[in-house]
């Protein structure tokens, strides 16, 4: 079925454009971090927090981008928050010292905040169910390349024209998408002026923020598992808190209703698993190659850009697949194949010939690539027009912590697949990254069993010719 002709691929081009940036600049400073410290007299690890300020501001933020694209409307938040990010990606370039630098970040999470979710929701409002497909085809890109190619982004950057630049390259980008947003974003919006939940935005903002910080703890070399607790007792007692206040509100912060569609909560549930474990490989696949192979980060770097390859390679397969097949089987079967790979990828060591490792990456990357749409685009496929802003906003929330959390689990894996190599054969090196990634494969069966609850004809209506 071709898409209709009020099908706006520009729109959807331009939304994936700018969500590349927001998903990009969310690492793309790891690699340049020594050359930062040296400019600022500080160490390296030091860096991390610039990176986690704009992690919880993504996180915080998120959560109120319903409430202002029903009261100001999607063009003109969407506008906005292009202007914030470029103006906040200019101030970082120009950062004196760590605390300034830290400052403009969370300016940059604010903007990014507001650009993705706005966006994806401009876009669902714009088009028929029939495009639902199509659409997504196009904004599910940014989340798989991004995290991929980010550390040799701002590597390079970093070592030939200086990390300042690894900011400064979103200028001619954000003008661009600036103008191009001006003629694409339709002038007609659905306002809904509303009361804003206070009350409910503090208590699910303290929630997540506290969230994201526990898995940034957990990800750091030593961890400091006191804070991490008391991050975790933090986050459930706000969680509660919102709760209580969401039975309570007339117009929440996070409408939990698209919750009871079977596709919807398929699609966030398990798919929050899913794209967990997309953003642990990568992290694990390096870690195996640099410190249990003692590869140098420019091999490793290069070896990982297989994953690259396998999703951007199978990516004009991937609508036709979920066509031909139907979103319950494609996502079955991604899971259950990713899964094996992951098997696969425990036994490869220092003497596996490297075009084995390439095409196991390839293939982890081609079969996240599917998975990925499907999820993506089976979420919103029974969710009515009246819903749409509540059910983006919240998809939007729980995609967001599953990112933030992906390189926490990743760590937590490689320690205690450590721990257990140690423990059965007193060596804890290599050995405990092989069970990181039998942890990691065992971990995908929890999505798996969400999909096989799935309908077979589930989301038919979105595939049909």
């Not at 202002?68 to 120009?94: E, H, N, Q």
Request: glycine share 10%; with cysteine; aromatic share 10%.
């Amino acid at each position: 079925m071709a898409p209709s002709a009020s099908f706006n691929r520009g729109l959807a081009l331009l939304v994936a454009v700018t969500a590349f940036m927001e998903f990009l600049d969310g690492t793309v400073i790891q690699t340049a971090a020594p050359a930062i410290a040296r400019e600022f007299g500080v160490r390296a690890t030091d860096i991390n927090v610039a990176m986690t300020a704009y992690l919880l501001a993504l996180a915080v933020c998120i959560p109120a981008t319903g409430w202002l694209a029903d009261r100001f409307g999607t063009r003109r938040v969407y506008l906005t928050a292009i202007v914030v990010f470029g103006v906040a990606s200019v101030l970082c370039a120009f950062s004196p010292d760590l605390f300034w630098l830290c400052v403009f970040r969370v300016l940059q999470g604010v903007g990014g905040a507001m650009m993705v979710p706005v966006g994806r929701l401009a876009v669902l409002r714009s088009i028929e169910p029939r495009d639902l497909l199509d659409a997504m085809a196009y904004l599910t890109w940014p989340a798989l390349l991004a995290p991929v190619i980010a550390p040799a982004v701002g590597g390079v950057l970093a070592d030939t024209v200086g990390w300042r630049w690894i900011f400064l390259i979103n200028v001619p980008i954000g003008i661009a998408t600036l103008i191009a947003a001006i003629v694409l974003v339709p002038r007609r919006d659905e306002l809904r002026p509303v009361p804003l939940d206070w009350s409910g935005l503090v208590f699910i903002a303290i929630a997540l923020g506290a969230l994201v910080m526990a898995g940034e703890l957990v990800g750091e070399a030593t961890t400091n598992w006191p804070a991490v607790v008391s991050a975790l007792a933090v986050s459930a007692a706000s969680g509660c808190l919102f709760w209580w206040r969401l039975r309570r509100s007339a117009h929440p912060v996070l409408d939990l209703s698209a919750l009871r569609i079977n596709t919807f909560r398929a699609g966030n549930a398990g798919g929050g698993v899913y794209r967990l474990m997309i953003g642990a490989v990568p992290f694990l696949v390096t870690l195996l190659f640099q410190s249990g192979f003692g590869w140098s980060a420019a091999q490793a770097g290069l070896i990982v850009i297989a994953l690259f390859v396998g999703n951007i390679g199978i990516k004009p397969a991937t609508t036709p697949l979920i066509k031909r097949f139907g979103f319950r089987t494609v996502i079955v079967w991604s899971n259950v194949i990713g899964a094996g790979i992951l098997l696969l990828l425990a036994l490869v060591d220092s003497t596996t010939p490297i075009a084995v490792t390439v095409v196991l990456l390839v293939l982890s990357g081609a079969f996240r690539s599917i998975g990925f749409s499907g999820y993506n685009t089976i979420q919103f496929v029974d969710v009515p027009p009246a819903l749409t802003n509540g059910a983006n906003t919240l998809a939007s929330t729980m995609q967001q912590v599953a990112a933030g959390l992906g390189i926490a689990v990743a760590a937590l894996l490689v320690r205690l697949g450590g721990s257990l190599a140690e423990s059965v054969t007193h060596d804890g090196d290599w050995l405990g990254y092989r069970w990181a990634f039998v942890g990691a494969a065992a971990l995908l069966l929890i999505p798996l069993f969400e999909a096989l609850s799935l309908p077979r004809q589930a989301g038919i209506h979105a595939t049909a010719d």
